[in-house]
């Protein structure tokens, strides 16, 4: 029988979730989760001096954070995202389908070197342009947009901030990274574009007229030129600082430092635009959960969890791998995939003796990657999608949209297991 | 008599032609093309979310090339039937609002004391994935219900059916 103190402790936990989960009275995340820490703070659940060490030691995960923000706004501002949907028009050649892959490609690109939210967030907006001009179906472009955001999270370390929250927690680099993840990623990318072709393959039958392709109105050539030469050098970076476990903040801040002095240096800067385009609530946010999970850990709770995990897997390393990936991808359905995977993080710090302990790591990132796809609570894709058919109204239910999402992502999270499992 | 012709971003020309053959040219034509704000409403909505919040593309230029995607194209789409009807020697005149396509339809229909909504049964239907059978689009459907007249529903010619 659990104690007061760890009642306590548990329900301002699961009061936390609770509010982020369902937002009563619109309260933002953000607020959720610093009221919550300020509640475990209050109750003496982390002491200050624990909590300032536990923040200052996370400083790469919120320079990463800020420094990857920075890159995609000005990316964004030089034109780059809109040249690329031009580029994938033009190796459409005229026919849907084509066009459909090229976005998957680009999509892909985008994710995995400057993270799923400029995909989802940044390029969407521009395919959605793209495919009105050419007078093709809207839809199927902007799925692809979303859903490429989250099934190419796993293609490296820098892919999503998710990533970033394990690597920064459990260490690791890029050969390990990609040895238990480019096969699941490879498997979860083709499966996905093949589906959605299969989905929508009336629609992409459609053929498009390449001169309706806009001109793209770059602000500056020569600001667009600095930042397509700097892009290709924070990717290098990236890979080499991922091989060599050097600090990626370090490479996405001076990334987003030189594009900024670019951007002022050709008078393309819009810095209004740039506060506005970084999500500063994302810092509060994670700076909260930090905290709460910090407490529960502290409570002997997700030690516990963990237990619990192992003794459900037995002697089997299939278990093991597919039931952190399936929990992890469940977690992140409910509730949202960044307090899943801290809490994860703190299961397999208390897990560290599990004789597959790092193919359990890269299993729990591609549970919180994926798993957001599988309902409709807790991914940008998914809520997207609801949002866009919820008013179109007829034709997909939200059940029909449910029915695809259970039987489409556990088939990604099983093979990619499975994948996981075979490279042990 | 007067016809209303709801024209999609596709097909315009060909529900033109197959509408003359049936009602000849003693008619006044009004072609009428709906840009659909709705989805894209939502992506804005979606994207200014808490977390996710990107007011840039509420203001220019994703704004400005929105707008301006969804002016060509539904220019394009209502002068290409325009002069298939023109073409045929047709009395037509075109439009093009913005709004929600299904209730635009109905609300110019009455607007305009039409006698004839004539529509694709695919109107409504683009986008959406086909994971069982489908009879009309959403759009054609709530025509069908709301009409103030009455509806010519045209079939797509390829259609093979369920699935």
């Known amino acids: 029988m659990p104690d007061l103190h760890t009642s306590v402790g548990a329900a301002i936990f699961l009061a936390t979730l609770a509010v982020i989960m369902i937002r009563p009275y619109g309260v933002p995340e953000a607020v959720a989760a610093l009221g919550g820490a300020a509640l475990m703070l209050a109750g003496g659940f982390v002491r200050p001096a624990e909590a300032v060490t536990l923040l200052v030691n996370d400083w790469n995960v919120y320079g990463f954070f800020l420094g990857m923000m920075a890159i995609s706004a000005l990316a964004d501002q030089a034109g780059i995202f809109e040249?690329?949907?031009?580029?994938?028009?033009?190796?459409?050649?005229?026919?849907?389908?084509?066009?459909?892959?090229?976005?998957?490609?680009?999509?892909?690109?985008?994710?995995?070197?400057?993270?799923?939210d400029a995909t989802a967030l940044i390029l969407t907006p521009v395919v959605y342009a793209l495919a009105t001009r050419l007078r093709l179906a809207v839809l199927p472009f902007v799925f692809a947009c979303t859903f490429i955001a989250d099934t190419a999270s796993f293609l490296l370390p820098v892919s999503n901030p998710i990533n970033i929250l394990f690597m920064d927690a459990c260490g690791g680099n890029l050969g390990e990274f990609l040895h238990h993840l480019l096969l699941p990623s490879i498997f979860c990318i083709g499966?996905?574009?093949?589906?959605?072709?299969?989905?929508?393959?009336?629609?992409?039958?459609?053929?498009?007229?390449?001169?309706?392709?806009?001109?793209?109105?770059?602000?500056?050539?020569?600001?667009?030129?600095?930042?397509?030469?700097?892009?290709?050098?924070?990717?290098?970076?990236?890979?080499?600082?991922?091989a060599n476990d050097f600090p990626l903040s370090i490479v996405a801040l001076s990334g987003g430092m030189l594009l900024f002095a670019g951007a002022a240096r050709y008078r393309c800067l819009d810095m209004a635009k740039l506060g506005k385009e970084i999500s500063w609530s994302l810092f509060a946010f994670i700076t909260g959960m930090f905290i709460v999970v910090r407490a529960v850990e502290n409570l002997g709770l997700t030690t516990s969890f963990g237990g619990w995990l192992t003794g459900l897997a037995g002697d089997s390393r299939l278990g093991a791998v597919l039931i952190i990936a399936a929990c992890t991808a469940l977690g992140a359905n409910l509730i949202n995939n960044v307090p899943m995977a801290l809490v994860m993080i703190s299961v397999l710090g208390a897990m560290h003796a599990h004789p597959v302990n790092r193919a359990l790591v890269y299993a729990a990132v591609f549970g919180a990657d994926l798993g957001p796809n599988l309902t409709t609570v807790g991914s940008l894709a998914t809520m997207l999608w609801l949002l866009i058919l919820r008013r179109k109204g007829l034709e997909i239910s939200t059940l029909e949209y449910f029915k695809l999402g259970v039987t489409v992502v556990p088939i990604m999270i099983m093979a990619g297991s499975l994948l996981i499992w075979l490279n042990l | 008599m007067r016809i209303i012709c709801a024209i999609g971003r596709r097909g315009g020309p060909e529900l033109i032609g197959r509408l003359a053959e049936i009602v000849g040219g003693h008619a006044e034509w009004l072609m009428l093309h709906v840009i659909d704000k709705g989805p894209r409403h939502d992506l804005e909505d979606f994207l200014r979310g808490p977390l996710h919040r990107r007011p840039d593309h509420g203001s220019p230029p994703h704004e400005m090339a929105l707008d301006e995607a969804e002016e060509t194209a539904g220019r394009a789409a209502v002068d290409e039937a325009l002069a298939a009807a023109r073409q045929?020697?047709?009395?037509?005149?075109?439009?093009?609002?913005?709004?929600?396509?299904?209730?635009?339809?109905?609300?110019?229909?009455?607007?305009?004391?039409?006698?004839?909504?004539?529509?694709?049964?695919s109107e409504g239907a683009e986008g959406h994935p086909h994971m069982g059978p489908v009879s009309v689009g959403h759009t054609a459907r709530f025509v069908i219900d709301h009409a103030p007249c009455d509806v010519l529903l045209f079939r797509e010619k390829d259609r093979s059916g369920i699935l």
Request: charged share 15%; glycine share 6%; aromatic share 12%.
């Open chain 1, 83 to 116: 040249m690329l949907a031009y580029r994938a028009g033009q190796w459409g050649r005229g026919s849907g389908m084509r066009l459909y892959l090229a976005v998957f490609a680009v999509g892909a690109m985008i994710t995995a070197f400057l993270s799923n």
């Open chain 1, 191 to 242: 499966f996905n574009i093949a589906v959605f072709a299969w989905l929508f393959r009336r629609d992409l039958r459609m053929s498009y007229d390449p001169a309706l392709l806009p001109v793209v109105d770059l602000p500056d050539r020569r600001y667009y030129n600095f930042t397509v030469v700097l892009l290709i050098l924070v990717a290098v970076a990236y890979v080499a600082a991922a």
């Open chain 2, 88 to 121: 045929a020697g047709l009395k037509a005149e075109a439009s093009v609002r913005a709004g929600n396509p299904e209730r635009t339809v109905v609300e110019f229909a009455s607007e305009m004391q039409a006698d004839l909504i004539a529509i694709s049964g």
